[in-house]
């Protein structure tokens, strides 16, 4: 059954991060905007190599989620605590830049993401125990071992339908809460 837990994370963070990373290189235009919301979150940063070094680490999850599990899950944490802790930075400070967390959306940065940031780094922790708990060698498949196909169906399908609900927050947010308050 933890297998099929960390395989269903494992999908959730592929995923998000796999919309992540396309919604970024689609094109100059969203690649510029993503790199101009870096110096509005951690001002200190140079925005042209921040923005390259995240979308390096969210283009190199998904693949080391699968082949390296281990690796991935760790890759995943830390980029999420990153995420958490400029998001947190940029909230307390008062700086209310747009999220380009996938791509384009001009909703400012809130609460809610701060919390999205925060569950999927505690996951990708939870999943990188996991998969030191059941043995750190292998791909993601072969820690799955003898799993029973509908398993994986439904921990795959699990995974995707949480990755929905991380990608479109924004417009969850908007449509079930106060959309001045994402």
């Known amino acids: 059954m933890a297998d099929l837990i960390v395989f269903a994370v494992a999908v959730l963070l592929a995923e998000v991060f796999a919309v992540s990373a396309a919604g970024k290189i689609r094109g100059r235009t969203a690649f510029a905007g993503f790199a101009g919301s870096v110096p509005r979150l951690v001002p200190r940063l140079p925005a042209r190599p921040a923005a390259v070094a995240v979308l390096a680490g969210e283009l190199a999850t998904p693949?080391?989620?699968?082949?390296?599990?281990?690796?991935?899950?760790?890759?995943?944490?830390?980029?999420?605590?990153?995420?958490?802790?400029?998001?947190?930075?940029?909230?307390?400070?008062?700086?209310?830049?747009?999220?380009?967390?996938?791509?384009?959306?001009?909703?400012?940065?809130?609460?809610?993401?701060?919390?999205?940031?925060?569950?999927?780094?505690?996951?990708?922790?939870?999943?990188?125990?996991?998969?030191l708990l059941t043995g750190p060698t292998g791909t993601l498949f072969a820690l799955l071992g003898g799993a029973e196909a509908s398993g994986l169906a439904v921990a795959a399908a699990a995974g995707s339908a949480l990755a929905v609900v991380a990608v479109f927050l924004d417009d969850l947010v908007f449509l079930f809460g106060d959309p001045g308050r994402i």
Not at 69 to 89: D, T, V
Not at 90 to 105: D, H, I, K, N
Not at 113 to 131: D, M, P, T, Y
């Open 63 to 131: 693949p080391l989620l699968l082949i390296a599990p281990a690796a991935g899950f760790a890759l995943a944490a830390l980029l999420l605590a990153a995420f958490g802790a400029a998001i947190g930075a940029a909230l307390r400070t008062g700086r209310r830049a747009p999220c380009r967390c996938f791509g384009t959306s001009a909703a400012p940065l809130g609460p809610a993401h701060l919390v999205r940031a925060a569950l999927l780094a505690a996951l990708a922790a939870a999943g990188a125990a996991g998969v």
